[in-house]
């Protein structure tokens, strides 16, 4: 089976103006959307409490609202429903110091005479390591984008290193963006979620550039316009497979992986379509913006290449003793 | 059909990845397994902290009540005896008698003595504050350790987590009731102490403030039982649990649970002094600032053994003489963090990402099969050897299997394909330009090869830093995309490469491109 046979490039750099216009829409909706509606943090990064309750039947989210007003320890509580309608999740800011008093315990008996009932998951998260698990996933965050560009400027050309970073935050924004106007909390999955489409979205990149780099070596073309047409065209079938197959598991994962792991799931998803997106229309355009110069480039690489021939020759004299 | 190199490392490492999978896979008695992670099986995370201040507070007035002990020992006539948080301070009444006090004083570790007039201030230095504190999250770390090894669970987790921070986890727990014995019991101070009540003025105590009592160099407790009822304790104790050598529980007259301890030799002194000098008055029985009993001293009590009596149920008291038995906490402890799991949603968990797992699974395999046919028959093969190389190496290394880390496995089957994708698409090039299928796939792979590994170690960078800066069930995670990652260059590179090669005389004299590569060629 084939979708993908081209005799003719196709000429995505010619269309490379609207995406750039739709990239850059997109960031600043992404941008006007985290400045309006804010990130949700979940408790990992806030602090505070999480007790997922489960009833036999249907949860009576009203009854329990009831129970729990004027309880101190529930004053900023809410009460929504997670995953099916049996269960439900009850989100508080604070977090309790006390390790032999427990919220869960407290939660049961509050919750007396509403149903029958168990408490899955209690989840408290103090302050101190809300903040510092904040600290390390920033650090994360930074340190392999910082990586990354070294070992892609190390592997490609500065430009290439650029272009693909440029295309990383293009990335991050908007998956940002989609998590912000969706409300989903923001915990340790999430930022997971974001460093895995930073690995995958390069990923991506960086089969088009090699693509490019050999493009460039190989062929005596000085139009870097053609190259990229070519290399994108002939890459195309696997961008989209690889896109495709990833898109499957990522998209059962989300219906099927349950709750806990939707908010991942959705991160994900939306980065493999920005990713794969981006690599095609956005790095690939931005190297050209860049003023890539592919006859600069040929004679560097002729000048390396006859580097490397006279050093060969001299040591070829020395070994056989003619110096 | 032909062996080569490539052939025999792969089918050595499908060997590999079945042998060691294989006891993670069937749930073998024996064998190294994966562990499930805390979110999958269920159970209790928790990161506690120390209150570090109060164990220099506790050194503090465990070196006052010695001070105490020492003068009226001696006979020394002393009078003013306060503490702080830092300094214990008194006055010697009879100045000759300052140098027996100065060689009991010299013996004192970690502390600066000042003698102004006969009022001599007893200072911990700095640096024997930051060695208290640090100690006392040692202590606290072997004491939990201790008390959760007698509770009956397998295998509790308890470690220092950087400078003052401490790890327990807790697999196994299935009921809250138990997750609430196990929190109790570690939570506990067990702080054991006994004290004389002021005769003198406790007749008054109901009329007293706390600020009251302290002046006199007192303290209010309540009863256990009732805690209207109230006592006036001088507040530096007689001995503290730290001399105590054994606890058990026993029975009473009425057969209800008491615990019988045992105090150590010099506690024993201290005790048989302190009642013989006292017949008549009251001792308080003191646990974590309740009193527990206070009976009248009828005779001067030897052998040091005494009895604690409360309103307490047969587990609950030997939960308490466990407590009591590993020492008390020097300093108490907070909650910083808690995960807790129920088993019944952590086998939810595995369910629902059994189910994405298999679903994801069969649906790459049957697109791979449909789109690139033998080739994506070799791929799939590929595929199912990096999964069994991928669990093999995990159980090896006894990993933790997380929620995140089952979706790290999910997503390496969707981008273990990659390689292959890629290594397929560049065979196909080949052919359209009229390259044979064996220099096809010969060059395919050379061509191929760049383009994989820049990418994979891309993705592995992202990993390796997801490992190291992450924390709990998304280090799980990490550890299964890396694993993941580095198996699929073992498998879908050099593995399937293997395979073409091996069937390289088949097709040769083939000339069916649909069959090998799904492509009319």
Redesign the interface.
């Known amino acids: 089976m084939e979708f993908f046979k081209y005799k003719q490039p196709l000429g995505f750099m010619g269309k490379s103006k609207i995406a750039m216009a739709i990239s850059i829409i997109l960031v600043l909706a992404s941008y006007a959307i985290l400045a309006t509606k804010g990130l949700n943090y979940g408790i990992d990064f806030a602090g505070g409490t999480i007790v997922q309750v489960k009833y036999e039947k249907k949860a009576p989210i009203e009854a329990m609202r009831e129970k729990l007003k004027g309880n101190k320890l529930f004053d900023s509580a809410t009460i929504t429903k997670f995953g099916s309608p049996q269960e439900v999740i009850i989100r508080m800011k604070t977090a309790s110091a006390s390790v032999s008093k427990d919220i869960g315990d407290v939660t049961r008996a509050a919750l007396k005479g509403t149903g029958n009932f168990k408490v899955r998951r209690v989840d408290i998260v103090g302050p101190k390591v809300g903040s510092e698990l904040k600290e390390k996933g920033l650090m994360a965050l930074f340190l392999s984008v910082a990586a990354i560009l070294i070992y892609v400027a190390f592997r490609f050309e500065w430009r290439f290193a650029v272009a693909s970073i440029v295309a990383l935050i293009h990335d991050v924004s908007i998956a940002m963006g989609a998590v912000s106007l969706f409300q989903i909390d923001v915990n340790l999955d999430v930022l997971a979620a974001i460093l895995t489409l930073l690995g995958y979205s390069l990923n991506d990149t960086i089969i088009v550039f090699d693509r490019i780099r050999e493009g460039i070596t190989k062929s005596k073309k000085a139009n870097l316009t053609e190259i990229i047409n070519e290399s994108i065209t002939r890459t195309l079938a696997r961008t989209t497979l690889t896109s495709l197959t990833t898109f499957f598991v990522v998209f059962t994962l989300f219906m099927f992986g349950g709750e806990i792991i939707h908010a991942f799931a959705f991160t994900l998803l939306v980065g493999i379509i920005v990713g794969t997106y981006s690599s095609v229309f956005i790095a690939s355009p931005l190297l050209l913006l860049f003023g890539f110069d592919v006859k600069g480039y040929h004679t560097k690489l002729a000048e390396k290449a006859k580097r490397e021939a006279e050093k060969n020759r001299m040591r070829e004299q020395f070994e056989s003793g003619v110096m | 059909m032909k062996l080569n190199y490539r052939i025999v490392i792969f089918a050595l490492a499908i060997v590999f990845g079945i042998v060691f999978s294989l006891p993670s896979l069937l749930q073998t008695q024996s064998g190294k397994k994966i562990t499930l992670g805390l ?1 999958l099986q269920g159970g209790l995370h ?4 120390v209150k570090t201040e109060e164990a220099t507070k506790s050194r503090i007035k465990s070196m006052a009540a010695s001070i105490k002990h020492f003068a009226d020992r001696n006979d020394i006539l002393i009078d003013g005896l306060t503490f702080d948080d830092k300094s214990v301070t008194f006055e010697v009444l009879d100045s000759d008698d300052i140098k027996t006090f100065d060689t009991f004083l010299s013996k004192i570790e970690g502390v600066k003595v000042t003698d102004k007039n006969s009022v001599i201030t007893l200072t911990l230095t700095p640096k024997e504050i930051k060695k208290t504190k640090k100690q006392a999250v040692s202590q606290a770390i072997e004491t939990i350790r201790n008390r959760l090894d007698q509770f009956g669970l397998s295998e509790p987790i308890v470690a220092r987590q950087g400078k003052d921070k401490i790890l327990v986890e807790l697999a196994g727990i299935k009921t ?1 009731q138990e ?2 014995r196990a ?2 019991l ?3 101070a067990a702080k054991l102490e006994m004290m004389a009540v002021d005769e003198a003025r406790n007749a008054r105590v109901y009329n007293m403030s706390d600020a009251d009592a302290v002046a006199y160099g007192d303290v209010i407790l309540e009863d256990v039982k009732n805690p209207k009822i109230k006592y006036l304790v001088h507040e530096i104790p007689i001995l503290d649990g730290g001399m105590l050598t054994g606890a058990n529980v026993g029975f009473d007259r009425n057969n209800r649970p008491v615990i019988n301890f045992k105090l150590n030799a010099e506690g024993a002194d201290i005790f048989g002094d302190f009642t013989g000098k006292n017949v008549g008055k009251r001792l308080a029985v003191v646990l974590d600032g309740k009193v527990y009993s206070a009976p009248n001293i009828n005779e001067r009590i030897g052998g040091g053994s005494g009895q604690i009596s409360g309103n307490y149920t047969v587990l609950e008291a030997k939960d308490l003489a466990i407590a009591l038995r590993s020492g008390a906490l020097l300093a108490p ?10 088993p ?2 952590g086998a ?2 595995i369910k ?2 059994m ?2 797992l298999i ?3 069969v ?2 395999i049957a ?2 099969m ?3 046919r033998m080739a994506g028959l070799i791929a799939n093969i590929a595929l199912i050897a990096n999964l069994l190389l991928l669990l093999a190496v995990m159980s090896l290394f006894g990993a933790t299997l997380t ?2 880390g ?2 790290g496995i ?2 390496t ?3 273990a ?2 390689a292959n ?2 290594i397929t ?1 560049r065979i ?2 080949l052919i359209y330009e009229g390259k044979s299928m064996h220099k096809a796939v010969e060059d395919g792979y050379s ?1 191929a090869m ?2 994989i590994l ?10 390796v ?2 490992y ?7 280090k799980g ?2 550890i299964t ?1 890396s694993i993941g990652i580095l198996a699929s260059m073992l498998t879908a590179i050099l593995g399937t490469h293997g395979i073409y090669q091996m069937l390289e005389s088949k097709m040769s004299k083939s000339k069916n491109y649909r069959f090998w590569f ?3 060629g």
């Not at chain 2, 907070?334 to 129920?342: C, D, I, N, T």
């Open positions: 979110d928790m990161l506690l902290g809250p997750e609430q929190r109790k570690i939570s506990r402890i907070f909650m910083m963090e808690k995960r807790s799991v129920g019944s949603l939810d968990s629902a990402s189910i994405a679903g994801g699974f649906l790459v697109f791979m449909v789109y690139y929620l995140p089952m979706a999910v997503l089957v969707g981008m394909v990659d994708v890629i698409e196909r090039e061509n760049t383009a820049d990418a994979n170690i891309t993705t592995l960078i992202a990993s830093v997801l190291v800066y992450g924390t709990g069930a998304i995670f990490a995309m799904g492509i009319k």
